[in-house]
Structures are given as structure tokens and as C-alpha cells.
């Protein structure tokens, strides 16, 4: 268990962060959980910058999971093409087709229930969980991972930290009770701009007072 004042210095230095230095985002700006998961499925092995150019034309075009489900196959492939990964199509059709067919068109808000549709794991799952349906879910990415590394000081002993239950507990104990949707975002942000995995902008860092990077007495999980 970590101290609550760690906890606190680590939430409050997060939030300010973000605020001053976030990324604006269109699908940060809906409560769609439709939108919001598209989102996530197109930045899955691609980049933010990448997503931008074909996130709008997409729900332009197929605004509903129903309508998403009976689009023309190749005028789905025609729109993410960009992305350079066109086997999301079938994936695409295909989790609209069951969200259609077995949960009567509403996306799922639960964990369990999203891990059934093609494409999602736990990670996309909590996003929906937070940011579309505004429960207290923490995410844990390779992002994520790499900030409780280095600035707490964290660990992980398996091989694909992202999957390390342990960790999942760590980041939910982290989360603050408020502005969580923030919060997380400012873990996504920070990893890319500031805490990158080559070249961190560690001078720039309004974590340096807490922050363990290079100590080898990391506490381990």
C-alpha cells in the first residue's frame, strides 16, 4: 500500500499537468460510447495523429453502431485505409453485427461484457467503462506502465507488464475520486509528450520531486 500523501502528490501533479498541457482530441469530446469505442479500436498499433485524419470522416459516415453494421464493406476499408491496417474492417463489421444482434445496439458497460466483442481486451474496456459510461475504472497501458515505473518506482515481474493484475490494482488505487476521466487522460498524455520511452523530457518534468527514474531500489510488486 502506498501513502495516501504519495498518492495525493502524484494525482494532484497529474491533473495540473493535464491542464495546461492535455491533448485536444474530438473523441474526448463526446459521451458516445459508440464514438468512444471507435476511437479506441482505430488507435489500436497506429498513431493519434494518423486516427485524426479518418476519426471524423468515419462517424460522419456511420454515426450509429446499427448504421455501422449494414455499411458496404469496402467503403469502411476506403475510410480507414489511411491507417495502413485494413484488416480492422472485418473486426469492425463484426462487433457491430454482435452489438446489433446480442445487446440490442447498446454498447456494453461492463467489463465482462465488452471482452466478448472482437478487438477488445481490458484496456479498451476500461476506456469505455470511464470515459463513455463515467465509472471510477482505471487503464493500464504500456504508457501507464512505463510512468508508475519510473516515477514510483514500480515493477512489474511479468513479461507483458500491461496484463499484471498487480498493476491494475496499483493504478486503480491511484485513481483520485474526482476528475477521473482527466486524470486518466493525463496518464496517456504525459507517457507520449513527457515520460516518452526514448529521450524522456525529463527537464521539463513537474514530476522530478517524486519521481525514482534510475533509483535501483524500486519497490517491486
Partial sequence: MMRLATIEEFQIAMLHWYKHNGKHLLWRNTDDPYKILIAELLLQKTDVQKV???????????????????????????????????????????????????????????????LELPGIGRYIASTIECFAYNKRTAILDTNVVRIL????????????PRDDPHLWDLAQELLPHENVKEYNWALLDFGSIVCKSRKP?????????????????AVRI
Fill in 52 to 114: 485524426k485524419m479518418v476519426y471524423e470522416d468515419f462517424v460522419g459516415q456511420w454515426p450509429t453502431i446499427q448504421l455501422l453494421s449494414v455499411a458496404d464493406f469496402y467503403a469502411v476499408v476506403s475510410v480507414i485505409e489511411p491507417l495502413g491496417l485494413k484488416y480492422k474492417t472485418a473486426r469492425l463489421k463484426s462487433l457491430a453485427h454482435i452489438v446489433v444482434t446480442k445487446f440490442d445496439g447498446r454498447i456494453p458497460e461492463t467489463t465482462k461484457m465488452l
Fill in 149 to 160: 515505473n519510473r516515477v514510483l518506482g514500480i515493477i512489474s515481474q511479468k513479461q507483458r
Fill in 201 to 217: 523530457l525529463c527537464n521539463v518534468c513537474n514530476l522530478q520531486s517524486m519521481c525514482k527514474y534510475h533509483k535501483i531500489n
